[in-house]
T-cell receptor, first 117, second 113 residues
Framework: GESVGLHLPTLSVQEGDNSIINCAYS??????FIWYKQESGKGPQFIID?????DKRQGQRVTVLLNKTVKHLSLQIAATQPGDSAVYFC????????????????FGQGTILTVHP | KAGVTQTPRYLIKTRGQQVTLSCSPI?????VSWYQQTPGQGLQFLFE???????NKGNFPGRFSGRQFSNSRSEMNVSTLELGDSALYLC????????????FGSGTRLTVV
């Protein structure tokens, strides 16, 4: 079935370090992947996305890598800051019947990132 | 422009009651999806609406229902509330179904006692 799982539930880093958050997905039919950040009391905040026809995408201080061979997704945060402390979720969208893509995302469990000053 | 607005932010209901939650998408967004977030199950998809039609549904009992209005605002209803329905209910909007770029609201925290 469809599932997205994270390898590490918690990650602690020092301010200024680079962080890498990993995610494994099981549905090879997934065509779109998103990373979200969720702070306490707030909804998930979009960080970066990538489509299945790409293997890397960069944003401001963040990079997402997609390895479809091993069904693995990662989020790299450069020069991590205390404000980056939050729970990070990966999400995948699978195509429905006939190749259509609806707004159903399957989320991973989440990784708690703690950044120490 | 304004983000996704969910009301109310907090709600306390008694077991057996019903509840209605509201979601106003970003202006111009026509797709609204709903998710339930709990510590034990994480974020789980409830349903998606586009052009007032339910396009996809998750694995939740029939007590969970929703609808979308012509202005794209959406409501979800939970009838005969159970203690296990206590959760953060989130809605996300996107320009159109399947377009990506899902923006979430801050959610409605429902507590069933």
């Amino acid at each position: 079935g469809e599932s997205v799982g994270l390898h590490l539930p918690t990650l602690s880093v020092q301010e200024g370090d680079n962080s890498i958050i990993n995610c494994a997905y099981s549905n090879s039919a997934s065509d779109y992947f998103i990373w979200y950040k969720q702070e306490s009391g707030k909804g998930p905040q979009f960080i970066i996305d990538i489509r299945s026809n790409m293997d890397k995408r960069q944003g401001q201080r963040v990079t997402v890598l997609l390895n479809k061979t091993v069904k693995h997704l990662s989020l790299q945060i450069a020069a991590t800051q205390p404000g980056d402390s939050a729970v990070y979720f990966c999400a995948e969208r699978s195509q429905g019947a006939g190749g259509t893509s609806y707004g159903k995302l399957t989320f991973g469990q989440g990784t708690i990132l703690t950044v120490h000053p | 422009k304004a983000g996704v607005t969910q009301t109310p932010r907090y709600l306390i209901k008694t077991r057996g009651q019903q509840v209605t939650l509201s979601c106003s998408p970003i202006s111009g967004h026509r797709s609204v999806s709903w998710y339930q977030q709990t510590p034990g199950q994480g974020l789980q998809f409830l349903f998606e609406y586009f052009s007032e039609t339910q396009r996809n549904k998750g694995n939740f009992p029939g007590r969970f229902s929703g609808r979308q209005f012509s202005n794209s605002r959406s409501e979800m209803n939970v009838s005969t509330l159970e203690l296990g329905d206590s959760a953060l209910y989130l809605c996300a909007s996107s320009i159109t179904t399947g377009s990506g770029g899902y923006t979430f609201g801050s959610g409605t925290r429902l507590t069933v006692v």
